[in-house]
C-alpha cells in the first residue's frame, strides 16, 4: 500500500513534491490544494486532482500526510496548525529563531486530534540540524558555525514579497570567506550573524512605491535582515527573470573542537544545491514516511528531524540498510 500524500500550496515547492513523489514508489498523490484557481495551475498530468484550499477537510480519509509548501512568514504559522488537527502534516518552516513557538502551536493541534506534524523539514533547518547534532555530540567541546550561500533563500525572499508594493523578489544569502577560513583553520572565532554572511535584495515593486520605504521596511525586518549588512537593488521584471530565475544554494556546517587530549577536531558537512525548492521538497517528502511510520507507531504531536530514527526516512528495509550503510 503506498502512502497517500496531499501538497497544500502550489509553488516552486509544491511543483518539487509532484517530482519528488514521482521519485519514490511507495508514494502516491491524492490531490493538490491552492487558493488560486485549480483551473490556472498547469499540471501536466490529468489524472491528478486540484482542488481549492478549503476542500482539503473533505479529504481527510483519503490522504495519509500532508505536505505543506507555503511560506514561513505568514502562511506556515496559521495553515500547520490549523491543517495539523485534520492531518499529519510535514512543513518546511525555516525561522531559525521562531521554532520554538511554532512547534508549541502545532504540538497542541496535532496532540488534541492525534496526529503527527514534522516541522522545519528541509536542508536547513533539517540536515543541517542533524549534522549539527551528530558534531556536537562527537565533539561536546568546542563550537559549531553555519555558513548558507552562496544561493537564494526562498522564505528571505518570500518574507520580501509580503511587503506592500512589491511584486517580486530574490534574496542572495552571501558568506563571508574570511570567517569561513579563520574557522577551517581551527581558530574558533566569535562571530555574530553579520559577520558570517551578507544578504544581497533584488526587488520588483509597483509603479510609483515608495522605493526608500520598502528598502527601510527589508532592512530592518526582524529575524530576516535586521541583524545583516543588507543591500537592496530595485529592477525591472524583466531584468529579473532574466537575471536571477536560477533557484541554486546550498552551504556548510562545521564543528571545530577539541577531543580529551587536546587534539583539534573538525567536522564539515556540506551541500550545493543546483536547485533549492527541489532539494527541499525532497527532504519533505522523506519526512512524510517518517510521519506516516511514526503515527503507524502510535506517536502523536510536534516533531522535528531531530526526532526521527534515521531508518524511518529511507523506503528500503531496515535489513538493506544494515547490509548497504553500516
Same mark, same amino acid.
Given at each position: 500500500?503506498?502512502?497517500? /500524500?496531499?501538497?497544500?500550496? %502550489?509553488?516552486?515547492?509544491?511543483?518539487?513534491?509532484?517530482?519528488?513523489?514521482?521519485?519514490?514508489?511507495?508514494?502516491?498523490?491524492?490531490? +493538490?490544494?491552492?487558493?488560486?484557481?485549480?483551473?490556472?495551475?498547469?499540471?501536466?498530468?490529468?489524472?491528478? &486532482?486540484?482542488?481549492?484550499? @478549503?476542500?482539503?477537510?473533505?479529504?481527510? $480519509?483519503?490522504?495519509?500526510?500532508?505536505?505543506?509548501?507555503?511560506?514561513?512568514?505568514?502562511?506556515?504559522?496559521?495553515?500547520?496548525?490549523?491543517?495539523?488537527?485534520?492531518?499529519?502534516?510535514?512543513?518546511?518552516?525555516?525561522?531559525?529563531?521562531?521554532?520554538?513557538?511554532?512547534?508549541?502551536?502545532?504540538?497542541?493541534?496535532?496532540?488534541?486530534?492525534?496526529?503527527?506534524?514534522?516541522?522545519?523539514?528541509?536542508?536547513? =533547518?533539517?540536515?543541517?540540524?542533524?549534522?549539527?547534532?551528530?558534531?556536537?555530540?562527537?565533539?561536546?567541546?568546542?563550537?559549531? %558555525?553555519?555558513?548558507?550561500?552562496?544561493?537564494?533563500?526562498?522564505?528571505?525572499?518570500?518574507? /520580501?514579497?509580503?511587503?506592500?508594493?512589491?511584486?517580486?523578489? &530574490?534574496?542572495? !544569502? +552571501?558568506?563571508?570567506?574570511?570567517?569561513?577560513?579563520?574557522?577551517?583553520?581551527? @581558530?574558533?572565532?566569535? *562571530?555574530?550573524?553579520?559577520?558570517?554572511?551578507?544578504?544581497?535584495?533584488?526587488?520588483?515593486?509597483? $509603479?510609483?512605491?515608495?522605493?526608500?520605504?520598502?528598502?527601510?521596511?527589508?532592512?530592518?525586518?526582524?529575524? %530576516?535582515?535586521?541583524?545583516?549588512?543588507? !543591500?537592496?537593488?530595485?529592477?525591472?521584471?524583466? @531584468?529579473?527573470?532574466?537575471?536571477?530565475?536560477? /533557484?541554486?544554494?546550498?552551504?556548510?556546517? +562545521?564543528?571545530?573542537?577539541?577531543?580529551?587530549?587536546?587534539?583539534?577536531?573538525? /567536522?564539515?558537512?556540506? *551541500?550545493?544545491?543546483?536547485?533549492? =525548492?527541489?532539494?527541499?521538497?525532497?527532504?519533505?517528502?522523506?519526512?512524510?514516511?517518517?510521519?506516516?511510520?511514526?503515527?503507524?507507531?502510535?506517536?502523536?504531536?510536534?516533531? !522535528?528531524?531531530? $526526532?526521527?530514527?534515521?531508518? %524511518?526516512?529511507?523506503?528500503?528495509?531496515?535489513?538493506?540498510? &544494515?547490509?548497504?550503510? *553500516?
Amino acid at each position: 500500500m503506498s502512502i497517500r /500524500i496531499g501538497i497544500y500550496g %502550489y509553488g516552486n515547492l509544491g511543483r518539487g513534491v509532484v517530482s519528488a513523489i514521482k521519485q519514490n514508489p511507495d508514494m502516491s498523490l491524492s490531490a +493538490i490544494f491552492t487558493r488560486r484557481d485549480p483551473s490556472s495551475l498547469k499540471i501536466n498530468d490529468p489524472a491528478i &486532482r486540484v482542488l481549492r484550499a @478549503e476542500e482539503a477537510e473533505t479529504m481527510v $480519509d483519503e490522504i495519509d500526510v500532508m505536505i505543506l509548501c507555503g511560506g514561513s512568514a505568514t502562511d506556515l504559522p496559521v495553515q500547520t496548525p490549523a491543517l495539523s488537527r485534520l492531518f499529519n502534516c510535514v512543513d518546511s518552516f525555516d525561522n531559525h529563531s521562531r521554532i520554538p513557538e511554532h512547534f508549541a502551536a502545532v504540538d497542541e493541534a496535532a496532540s488534541q486530534t492525534g496526529h503527527v506534524t514534522l516541522i522545519s523539514c528541509g536542508w536547513d =533547518p533539517g540536515m543541517f540540524s542533524l549534522n549539527r547534532l551528530y558534531a556536537s555530540a562527537i565533539l561536546p567541546e568546542g563550537n559549531d %558555525y553555519t555558513f548558507w550561500g552562496k544561493g537564494i533563500s526562498q522564505g528571505h525572499s518570500d518574507a /520580501i514579497r509580503r511587503i506592500e508594493g512589491v511584486v517580486d523578489a &530574490r534574496q542572495y !544569502t +552571501i558568506p563571508i570567506e574570511d570567517a569561513i577560513n579563520s574557522v577551517r583553520n581551527g @581558530e574558533n572565532p566569535v *562571530l555574530t550573524a553579520g559577520q558570517k554572511h551578507t544578504r544581497e535584495c533584488y526587488v520588483v515593486v509597483e $509603479d510609483g512605491a515608495d522605493k526608500a520605504r520598502i528598502e527601510n521596511e527589508i532592512k530592518t525586518m526582524p529575524a %530576516y535582515f535586521a541583524d545583516y549588512n543588507t !543591500t537592496v537593488h530595485f529592477i525591472s521584471a524583466e @531584468e529579473l527573470k532574466a537575471n536571477h530565475s536560477a /533557484i541554486y544554494h546550498g552551504g556548510v556546517v +562545521i564543528r571545530s573542537g577539541k577531543t580529551g587530549n587536546g587534539n583539534n577536531h573538525v /567536522i564539515e558537512y556540506s *551541500l550545493k544545491l543546483d536547485s533549492n =525548492p527541489e532539494f527541499t521538497s525532497s527532504v519533505l517528502v522523506s519526512c512524510a514516511r517518517a510521519a506516516y511510520r511514526l503515527k503507524n507507531d502510535g506517536a502523536k504531536g510536534c516533531k !522535528t528531524m531531530l $526526532d526521527i530514527p534515521p531508518a %524511518y526516512l529511507s523506503a528500503a528495509p531496515a535489513e538493506e540498510l &544494515r547490509k548497504k550503510l *553500516l
